[in-house]
């Protein structure tokens, strides 16, 4: 089975600051990675994806991903963040399950928030 | 348009209650899933249909029955459950690719009292 963990469970920063949010994922095979976005009192969004191609994958809002093959790693960065990025953070993994569909594995997520 | 509907937003029942949750699609998408979110902690896969046909059940206890009358709904059906299946239930869709990206939809908040 699959296994995504995030390294830090709460990050607190100050308006403009770098956010760098870490994930690891245990799959040695072909591995679709996703970063989703919980807001307060709002449902789940897709921040960005990675399929295949260029490892350095752009998203929504100014946020940006690398992976990282050899390290097994999908980081979410941001160069400077607003207050409207606190929300919690979610690294996913997808497994194709033969015949039976797609089984999504989430990391236990990273609660952001960023002080005005 | 990636937007998936879910009814009721709020829900509350005791033990011995019969409710359903339900989830809707218009994207011609041909999975749909069941996620449980706890508070603070991630979502949790429950159930996958694909192309309307139950695909995995990732061992939901049987109070948890899901029904896919089409491809367009998905409903989660609850009977006789337990203080601690209070939750957030979220409801995602995807067109089935390989790969593919699930999209998914406000929750329904439930309470069993």
């Known amino acids: 089975a699959q296994s995504v963990s995030q390294h830090n469970h709460h990050v607190i920063l100050s308006e403009a600051a770098s956010l760098e949010l870490g994930c690891n994922y245990s799959?040695?095979?072909?591995?679709?990675l996703f970063w989703y976005v919980q807001y307060p009192g709002q449902h789940l969004q897709l921040l960005l994806k990675?399929?295949?191609?260029?490892?350095l994958v752009k998203g929504i809002k100014g946020f940006e991903a690398e992976f990282i093959k050899s390290k097994f790693s999908f980081n979410l960065r941001k160069p400077s963040v607003q207050w409207s990025d606190t929300a919690e953070y979610f690294c996913?993994?997808?497994?194709?399950?033969?015949?039976?569909?797609?089984?999504?594995?989430f990391g236990g997520g990273t609660r952001v928030l960023v002080k005005p | 348009d990636t937007e998936v509907t879910q009814t009721p937003k709020h829900l509350v029942m005791g033990m011995t209650n019969k409710k359903s949750l339900k989830c809707e699609q218009h994207?011609?998408?041909?999975?749909m899933y069941w996620y449980k979110q706890k508070a603070k902690k991630p979502p949790e896969l429950m159930f996958v249909?694909?192309?309307?046909?139950?695909?995995i059940n990732e061992s939901v206890p049987s109070r948890f029955s899901p029904e896919c009358p089409n491809s367009s709904l998905l409903n989660l059906h609850l009977h006789a459950l337990q203080p601690e299946d209070s939750a957030l239930y979220l409801c995602?869709?995807?067109?089935?690719?390989?790969?593919?990206?699930?999209?998914f939809g406000p929750g329904t908040r439930l309470t069993v009292l």
């Open positions: 995602a869709s995807s067109q089935e690719l390989a790969p593919d990206t699930q999209y």
């Open positions: 996913a993994v997808n497994e194709k399950i033969k015949a039976a569909g797609n089984k999504l594995t």
């Open positions: 994207m011609g998408h041909r999975a």
């Open positions: 799959y040695g095979g072909t591995v679709n």
């Open positions: 990675y399929f295949s191609g260029d490892p």
């Open positions: 249909y694909s192309y309307e046909k139950l695909s």
